[in-house]
């Protein structure tokens, strides 16, 4: 089988298409969480703080020399991210959780019996006239 056969097998399978959809609507959500962070939850907090965007707070290491940027570490920022990543996750283990809910369900419903086969069928049948034969 060549490579592109084999690649092709691959590529259309459901669960690689089932992944790249799930991936596209991840990153969109995260984007969605990121603006819910950044420009609905941290600004409060930043009033709460004394007038202080959230996103520039930041610890000068080094100040700006000579052309030279200053170097800081953006606490900030990663604060903005650390909240972004629980809301995801927090959203995520509601959507496992109800998921695993739904399987339980349907694995505890009541199955129908399955049919019997031709052959009890028919001996049930034979079993029948030989009752009423008697």
């Not at 100040?63 to 990663?78: D, S």
């Not at 052959?119 to 009752?131: A, G, P």
């Amino acid at each position: 089988m060549s490579i592109m056969k084999e690649f092709k097998g691959f590529a259309v399978k459901g669960n690689v298409v089932d992944m790249a959809v799930g991936i596209i609507i991840g990153v969109a959500f995260g984007k969605i969480v990121s603006s819910l962070v950044g420009d609905i939850i941290l600004p409060p907090v930043g009033v709460l703080l004394g007038e202080v965007d959230s996103t520039d707070m930041a610890l000068t290491i080094k100040k700006a020399a000579g052309g030279l940027p200053a170097v800081v570490i953006g606490y900030g920022k990663f604060i903005q991210t650390v909240i972004d990543f629980i809301i995801i996750a927090f959203v995520i283990f509601i959507a496992v959780k109800g998921l695993n809910s739904l399987k339980r369900k349907e694995e505890e419903a009541p199955k129908a019996p399955p049919e019997p086969s031709t052959e009890v069928v028919l001996l049930s049948e034979i079993r029948d006239l030989l009752k009423v034969r008697k």
